[in-house]
């Protein structure tokens, strides 16, 4: 039987509810069950693929190509399991869904609601493809009391009815804050929040209450009395030093225990988690640091590059150090040309993608540094193109040397990709059509030359990886780019798509056009980021 647990949050948003269903799912994971997770957000646009980073943060991609949530990426690296298509829709897709069946006539002239076919279209893509899993858990986006929740609320609480209590269960993350001059902590905005989620017709079974310290047991009590849940049930989900400390400390709040009592499910046993107490114990106790540069064009909100500082955070505990990130907005070296004085104490550089012609300059001179001055190079997606454009400028006499997304040029060493194949299918694009979905989304496989550095790092010849990119680096200029000391390590399978290049005398400088950032994880980091940091512990020796 598969049981479903639905997250919900309330007071503020920000409180974690991402992270939290990740940590249960990692704590019931590590009871020996099979977990699936899913995200319900509750804007109109279809996916966050055409929304500005600013906005959203990160855009994460799975490996059937679509674009979702950035708490996919928080689920994957907790859990391990691979998100698909399945796992994130949003109000837009599911009103576009219904719309279209209406088109169609498949409403047989009915007339079409919300309740019952918008609710009904959600708890499709609740349950569909759920029977191999012990527990689903549906996170549900925004915070309660929003107007455009409403109809997800109202899909869990019919759900609730369908499935019956005891196979479905509620958990609210709630804040309680903390008010010095009472010097308490204040259960008012959870007790409200609670009776909003009441009024639409759910009751939670357990309240997940966001503190910067540990809850009274007084408090604790009146908190069960006012929200008609166990006091047992009201878990501390206490602020800690890195978020793969959450598994341990809401294991010791007792959140496990209490989802499988509810599910009437043995729960007097211990998970396994020495996998998170490793990973704590190398994050809290490192043996050394990096500094690491990042020169980004989005760094006003970190959390645009999201699973990029995570992955970093894993190479730094495949080698055993903290890395510290300093962030660098590319347009600040077009402006003030300081860029030896910004990057002189890096110990590796970084350039990861990104869209539009802003800050575009400004990456090319990190990339000739880096290049120049022997240092750790990474360029991702965007700073692949970026690191091409810097070759063939500066070595192979093409100083007009551009790409076509910054307008026309009379050297495209990157263009438009205008026809692809996943598979047997064909895709294509043309110039001036719709934006949303209509990348190279989602994992392709490459073929690494035998004996380069990037083979040597991944142990193998053929990848897989996830792109998500309009242009392409133009395989035309290959043999003249080549002359230079530049390599093309890695094509896609038919020798068409440049996937990978480095430079063989440099200290350590790979680029690659996918982001191997969104399959890392902190108990197995992405080859590229380990192999990355340990050439930064190398540089930073060096000095």
């Known amino acids: 039987m598969t049981r479903f647990v639905f997250i919900t949050g309330g007071v503020v948003s920000s409180l974690g509810k991402g992270i939290a269903s990740a940590a249960l799912a990692a704590l019931l994971q590590a009871r020996g069950y099979k977990v699936r997770m899913r995200k319900l957000d509750p804007y109109l646009n279809v996916d966050p693929g055409t929304m500005s980073p600013y906005q959203h943060g990160e855009v994460f991609i799975t490996d059937d190509g679509a674009e979702t949530d950035l708490d996919l990426g928080h689920y994957e690296r907790f859990t391990g399991v691979h998100a698909s298509r399945a796992d994130n829709t949003t109000t837009g897709r599911i009103y576009s869904d219904v719309i279209a069946r209406?088109?169609?006539?498949?409403?047989?002239?009915?007339?079409?609601?919300?309740?019952?076919?918008i609710t009904d279209a959600i708890k499709d893509v609740v349950v569909t493809g759920t029977d191999d899993y012990d527990f689903v858990l549906v996170e549900i986006g925004g915070t309660v009391g929003d107007i455009e929740s409403l109809p997800f609320l109202e899909a869990i609480r019919q759900l609730r009815n369908d499935l019956g209590h005891a196979q479905t269960m509620c958990v609210h993350l709630t804040l309680l804050p903390y008010i010095p001059a009472a010097g308490?902590?204040?259960?008012?905005?959870?007790?409200?929040?609670?009776?909003?989620?009441?009024?639409?017709?759910?009751?939670?079974?357990?309240?997940?209450?966001?503190?910067?310290?540990?809850?009274?047991?007084?408090?604790?009590?009146?908190?069960?009395?006012?929200?008609?849940?166990?006091p047992e049930a009201v878990i501390a989900a206490l602020d800690v030093d890195t978020i793969y400390a959450?598994?341990?400390?809401?294991?010791?709040?007792?959140?496990d225990q209490e989802v499988l009592r509810?599910?009437?499910?043995?729960?007097?046993?211990?998970?396994?988690?020495?996998?998170?107490?490793?990973?704590?114990?190398?994050?809290?106790?490192?043996?050394?640091?990096?500094?690491?540069?990042?020169?980004g064009k989005y760094t006003a909100l970190l959390d645009s590059y999201k699973s990029l500082a995570e992955a970093l955070l894993h190479g730094g505990i495949a080698n055993h150090v903290k890395v510290k990130l300093d962030w660098i907005e590319s347009e600040e070296f077009e402006k003030n040309g300081n860029i030896s004085e910004r990057l002189k104490d890096a110990d590796a550089i970084l350039v990861p993608g990104g869209f539009g012609e802003r800050g575009a300059e400004g990456?090319?001179?990190?990339?000739?540094?880096?290049?120049?001055?022997?240092?750790?190079?990474?360029?991702?997606c965007f700073g692949m193109q970026m690191a091409v454009i810097e070759c063939a400028r500066s070595l192979a006499g093409l100083p007009k040397a551009s790409s076509t997304e910054f307008g026309p040029t009379d050297e495209p060493l990157v263009g438009l990709m205008t026809e692809w194949a996943r598979g047997?299918?064909?895709?294509?694009?043309?110039?001036?059509g719709d934006l949303g979905g209509t990348m190279r989304l989602g994992a392709y496989p490459a073929k690494l030359v035998p004996g380069s550095r990037v083979a040597e790092i991944y142990g193998r010849t053929e990848i897989r990886e996830r792109h998500r990119h309009r242009w392409e680096v133009n395989a035309h200029y290959k043999d003249r780019l080549e002359k230079t000391g530049l390599r093309f390590s890695g094509l896609s399978p038919d020798g068409v798509l440049p996937e990978v290049i480095?430079?063989?005398?440099?200290?350590?400088?790979?680029?690659?056009?996918?982001?191997?950032?969104l399959l890392s994880k902190p108990f197995d980091p992405h080859p590229l980021f380990a192999g990355f940091i340990a050439a930064a512990v190398k540089e930073a020796h060096s000095k």
């Open 102 to 117: 209406e088109r169609r006539g498949d409403y047989l002239g009915g007339t079409v609601q919300v309740i019952p076919h």
């Open 184 to 230: 308490e902590l204040k259960t008012k905005p959870t007790q409200h929040s609670v009776k909003e989620l009441q009024n639409v017709g759910i009751q939670p079974q357990m309240l997940l209450c966001r503190s910067d310290r540990p809850i009274p047991d007084n408090e604790r009590r009146k908190i069960a009395n006012f929200c008609n849940v166990r």
């Open 246 to 255: 959450c598994p341990i400390s809401y294991h010791n709040e007792g959140m």
């Open 262 to 295: 509810y599910f009437g499910l043995p729960y007097d046993s211990k998970p396994d988690l020495s996998r998170w107490e490793k990973i704590v114990h190398a994050i809290r106790e490192p043996e050394g640091e990096v500094r690491v540069a990042i020169v």
């Open 363 to 380: 990456k090319i001179q990190a990339v000739r540094y880096a290049r120049e001055h022997n240092i750790p190079f990474l360029g991702i």
């Open 424 to 432: 047997s299918e064909m895709l294509r694009r043309r110039e001036g």
């Open 502 to 517: 480095e430079y063989p005398d440099h200290a350590w400088f790979v680029a690659v056009q996918y982001h191997p950032e």
